[in-house]
């Protein structure tokens, strides 16, 4: 697979903006705020954390062995907050402060003592010596919410002295938040920042009007990033289950206080909950989509819980640009979007027209999903098209990227499009359901259209599929030395097994057995999954090629087996 990074013009405009945007976080940093000051004063109220902790992190951190970000880091008897050389990743996710949850976990007298010790030492050190990343808005907001969530960890046992001082800090991050949070990124970034402030503003005494104010600036975020189908602007579906984490406790939070949740944060909710359904599959895990990892199987059971929705998940999300075929054991999701916009898409991948399926709960085919280690090449490689299970022209991305490293850094890795239209038909026959959809992604650098047709049985114990090139309206033909090759995915799950069998292949997984058939002859070739809690696995992928100057379609099934 390779990477097909290319320059864009486009990225001055960003570059533009966001030097803009970071001027004005810079002084709105030191400008004192026109709304009111947030109370002080400890927590009165206990915001939940639905994720789960693990003792064993909590265990590592008091042996100076800290697993954050999927990277481990000996302390060596230095403070953690001390370490500056280790990832950005790992230091974030440091002084975010969401780790506070495995001491929550184990509960113990020693775990409590050294939460509140690990925070005394933060709040002992200057704001230099933290560090700028340390005040980025999604940073400074998970360290909000996480005390305000875990403050009976951190202060079981502690003395009054520690209290007060823990209270004051706490109310200067939050001060400190407000100040900036207009000038937050847009995306994950801002909303979490209004989150945090709602969360605040409840649980610390505080006038009715400002939980009021901070509500309805929640609220207004909310109808900005929440598509009517309950997506997410940044089309990542792991984006749903981190902000449900979030909204679920803060709309109990609200009742708790004996205030009503504004309708946008109930709205949000209800929409994005059956979203979550509709990225599942049978065994739990979400679709590989934009930026979707390693799964977390007890935060979506605990979400799931407050879903009230009967029947079956949604068939399409339509704002989001996702559709889902499900019939018998078999469900198929499929990327029919086109990328998001350029600020928002750090983490989006140049997946259009990709396919998972899964069947009784095992996943057969999937994307490569993000790597839990969301830094350096492995992230970009994730990223193209040739890490997911559908058609590349020389194994260039359909969407492209910065080449530049250095830009990277500064805009988060924009994606930009590539494909600016992507219809979609779908039908409903006596057959089975029928999807189509196309892209122009490779219009330009090729003149091609990639179409994909999608067929499922009515008993879902068949996909059928045609991708298909077609010449582009308004495109001179191109000569034949310029030609692209295109090379058709399907990335199988690390647990499949699978081997050629006569005229094609058998793909098994525990006592799920599908076999698949093509134009061609398949071929078998190493892969990479990202997406586990442990680190990228090996796998393999079926690979087609197509010389599209002896054809243009490739014609595939899968079948199941019994």
Known sequence: MTTGFV?????????????????????????????????????????????????????????????????????????????REESRPWRAELHGFGWLRHFARAGDALSCEHARSLVGDWLRLGRRQRGALAYEHEVAASRVLAWISHAPTILAGADAAFAERFARGLGAEVRQLRRTAGSAPAGMARLRARIALVAAALVQPNPAHAVRQAAR??????????????GHVSRNPAAVSQILAELVPLRALFAERGLPAPRGVFGAVDRMLPALRFFRHGDGALALFNGAGAPDHHLSA??????????????????????????????VVADTGAPPAPDVSHDAHAGTLALEFSSAGRRFVVNCGAPVRIEGGWRRLSRTTAAHSTLTLNDQSSSRFSRSEAVDRFLGGPLLPGPTRVPVNREDTREGQVLTAAHDGYRQPFGFVHERQLFLSRDGRRIEGIDRL???????????????????RFHLHPDVAVDAAGEGLRLAHGEEVWWFFADGEPQLEESIFFADAAGPRRTRQIVLPLDCLDRTDLHWRFERQG
């Open 7 to 83: 320059d864009e013009p486009r990225l001055a405009g960003l570059m533009a903006r966001e030097i803009a945007r970071r001027a004005l976080a810079r002084l709105r940093s030191v400008l004192r705020h026109p709304l009111p000051a947030a109370g002080g004063g400890l927590p009165v109220a206990v915001l939940a954390d639905l994720r789960r902790g693990d003792p064993s992190i909590a265990r590592g951190f008091y042996v100076g062995h800290v697993w954050l970000a999927g990277q481990l880091v000996e302390l060596n008897g230095r403070s953690p907050f001390a370490l």
């Open 217 to 230: 600036l929640l609220a207004e975020e909310l109808d900005v990033q929440v598509h009517a189908d309950g």
């Open 302 to 331: 605990a979400l799931l819980q407050h879903d009230e929705t009967l029947g079956e998940p949604i068939s399409q999300m339509r704002q989001s640009g996702y559709h889902r075929l499900a019939a018998g054991l078999t469900v």
């Open 470 to 488: 077609f010449q582009a309206a308004g495109r001179p033909h191109r000569m034949a030395c310029d030609e692209p090759m295109g090379t058709l």
